[in-house]
C-alpha cells in the first residue's frame, strides 16, 4: 500500500477538481499519439491519424482522452487502494486489448507536460512530485495484470 502525506493528497484532489477533463484528456492523449506514433496501433478504428492535425482533429481521440480522464478519476478517488480499484481495467487491457504495458508510462509522461502547461507556475517541483508519485501508482496497477 502506498502511503500518502496530506500534501499529496491535497495536491492530487486539488488538480483534478481544476481539471477540464475534455481538453486536458484531449491534449494528452494527442501528443501521445504524435510524439510515440507506434501507440497509434491501439487506435485502428479511430480512423485519420496520419498526421498531428488529424490526430487532434479526431473527434474519437478527443472522446478517449476525455474517458483516460475519467478514469484517473476514479484512482483519486480511491487512493488508499488503487490497485483494487484498477483491477477490471487492468485485465481488460492486458487480456482483452493487449496494450503494451510501458504505453501507460509514455501517456502519463504525456499528461505531466499538458497538467504542467495548463498550471503554469503553480506546477512547482513539489506539485509536480506529488502528481507524477500519483501517476507511477496508477501505472503500477494497470501493469500488475502483465507479470
Excluded at 33 to 42: A, G
Excluded at 55 to 61: D, R, T
Excluded at 90 to 101: C, F, G, T
Amino acid at each position: 500500500m502506498v502511503e500518502w502525506t496530506e500534501f499529496e493528497r491535497a495536491t492530487i484532489q486539488d488538480i483534478f477538481s481544476k481539471m477540464d477533463y475534455e481538453s486536458v484528456g484531449h491534449n494528452a492523449l494527442t501528443r501521445c499519439l504524435v510524439v510515440y506514433p507506434w501507440t497509434q496501433r491501439y487506435f485502428g478504428k479511430f480512423g485519420n491519424l496520419y498526421n498531428a492535425a488529424a490526430i487532434a482533429g479526431n473527434p474519437l481521440v478527443a472522446a478517449h482522452g476525455a474517458v483516460v480522464l475519467r478514469g484517473l478519476d476514479k484512482a483519486v478517488k480511491n487512493m488508499d487502494n488503487i490497485k483494487a480499484a484498477y483491477a477490471e481495467l487492468s485485465v481488460l487491457h492486458s487480456e482483452k486489448l493487449h496494450v503494451d504495458p510501458d504505453n501507460f508510462r509514455l501517456l502519463a509522461d504525456c499528461l505531466t507536460i499538458v497538467v504542467a502547461s495548463t498550471l503554469g507556475s503553480g506546477f512547482t517541483a513539489e506539485v509536480q512530485a506529488a502528481f507524477q508519485k500519483f501517476l507511477a501508482v496508477v501505472t503500477a496497477a494497470l501493469r500488475k495484470q502483465y507479470h
